[in-house]
T-cell receptor, first 117, second 114 residues
Framework: GAVVSQHPSWVICKSGTSVKIECRSL??????MFWYRQFPKQSLMLMAT?????????EQGVEKDKFLINHASLTLSTLTVTSAHPEDSSFYIC?????????????FGPGTRLTVL | GENVEQHPSTLSVQEGDSAVIKCTYS??????FPWYKQELGKRPQLIID?????GEKKDQRIAVTLNKTAKHFSLHITETQPEDSAVYFC?????????????FGAGTRLFVKA
């Protein structure tokens, strides 16, 4: 199946710093990438949808200036958590949808656990 | 806004029994309904999906049914095994400009007792 990777798998940072998370589709072109947050024992919460070369569409309640999303190529999207605070600590998961066998189906990355001290 | 309700939140079955998880969606434009299995500490993985032009789909021990009129769909797992223990998420999705809009259910934690 289609493979999506995320980097880093976990990160610990100090409050006030910025953290960048990468999401890559390894064997297909991802026309659309999605970013989710997942709190312990809870469901996935969609943060934003991004299409290659265009601005991300943020869900209601998600601060676009705090969670910067860039989808510069068909295989890479990045999420930058700016001026991170402890309440931003969470599990961030990306997924990608593309063409061919990856069409109309989301393939998830392994997630990134962010801990803000 | 659109939402997906999933029941039960927790389900415990004996190995070999069947498990059924139900979801109800509100967006009548939804036309794609995937189910994901998430084991502890791992990423969600697609296990089965169904599109709105089909009423039922089966893949070995897993089946999904869809009732578009009532806007609900269900996951059926037969002959459950301990390795089926995980959290299962349903989702309702529809195409829109710029990609698919997917709403997830809250999840069902399935325990299969050996």
């Amino acid at each position: 199946g289609a493979v999506v990777s995320q980097h880093p798998s976990w990160v610990i940072c100090k409050s006030g710093t910025s953290v960048k998370i990468e999401c890559r589709s390894l064997d297909f072109q991802a026309t659309t990438m999605f970013w989710y947050r997942q709190f312990p024992k809870q469901s996935l919460m969609l943060m934003a949808t991004s299409n290659e070369g265009s601005k991300a569409t943020y869900e209601q309640g998600v601060e676009k200036d705090k969670f910067l999303i860039n989808h510069a190529s068909l295989t890479l999207s990045t999420l930058t958590v700016t001026s991170a605070h402890p309440e931003d600590s969470s599990f961030y998961i990306c997924s990608a949808e593309g063409s061919g066998r990856a069409k109309d189906t989301q393939y998830f990355g392994p997630g990134t656990r962010l801990t803000v001290l | 806004g659109e939402n997906v309700e999933q029941h039960p939140s927790t389900l415990s079955v004996q190995e070999g029994d069947s498990a059924v998880i139900k979801c109800t969606y509100s967006d009548s434009a939804s036309n794609y309904f995937p189910w994901y299995k998430q084991e502890l500490g791992k990423r969600p993985q697609l296990i089965i999906d169904i599109r709105s032009n089909v009423g039922e789909k089966k893949d070995q021990r897993i089946a999904v049914t869809l009732n578009k009129t009532a806007k609900h769909f269900s996951l059926h797992i037969t002959e459950t095994q301990p390795e089926d223990s995980a959290v299962y998420f349903c989702a309702a999705s529809r195409g829109q400009t710029g990609g698919f809009k997917t709403i997830f259910g809250a999840g069902t934690r399935l325990f299969v007792k050996a």
